[in-house]
């Protein structure tokens, strides 16, 4: 029987999504010391969900960016079409840009409540959601307000996670444009 070699990705091991979740956390997860099943079941979390739901993040954010850039730079070259006198002013935008951000929001929100669910292997706590504000009870509870782990999810990206207008800023602070 022949080997059967195809391409999964269009991201390799340079891009930092494929080296945190792949690469480095394999590396990292044998030093804790779980059963191989639990390390496991972290890596096919990190893996299979998580890096995914990132790369499509990333690649959606890229594409805006260059939309946004290819716009910036037409106007700036003066290339704003007008009609009728100037009176009617034809505006550059970015192609699907609704849908576009529709999807990176799903992505991202997929992403927190997929990353939820390493609780489980590693503390043997299940979430089933991204409500992160009640891992962080949880973690505050069990551990104390001083430990790295409640610190983690006291900190500011947590906290942004957990208010209305979440998702948006999470999308906003993952392309490096939130300022609060």
């Not at 009617?88 to 992505?107: D, G, H, W």
Request: charged letters at 25%; one cysteine or more; a neutral charge.
């Amino acid at each position: 029987m022949p080997f059967v070699i195809k391409k999964v990705s269009d991201h390799g091991t340079s891009n930092p999504i494929v080296a945190r979740l792949a690469v480095q956390t394999h590396e990292v997860i044998r030093f804790f010391n779980l059963p191989k099943d639990k390390q496991d079941r972290v890596l096919e979390i990190y893996i299979n969900s998580v890096k995914p739901r990132l790369l499509q993040c990333m690649e959606l954010c890229d594409n805006v960016s260059q939309e946004t850039e290819a716009i910036r730079k037409r106007i700036h070259e003066s290339e704003i079409s007008t009609q009728s006198d100037g009176r009617v002013v034809e505006v550059p935008q970015i192609s699907r840009l609704t849908e576009q951000a529709e999807t990176y929001l799903y992505n991202a929100k997929s992403v927190l409540r997929d990353l939820a669910l390493i609780f489980e292997p590693l503390f043997g706590v299940r979430f089933d959601h991204s409500r992160y504000h009640e891992i962080r009870n949880w973690a505050e509870n069990k551990f104390g307000v001083d430990a790295p782990l409640t610190k983690l999810l006291t900190s500011r990206i947590y906290s942004v996670m957990s208010s209305p207008v979440s998702h948006v800023q999470l999308a906003a602070f993952s392309c490096g444009s939130y300022e609060p």
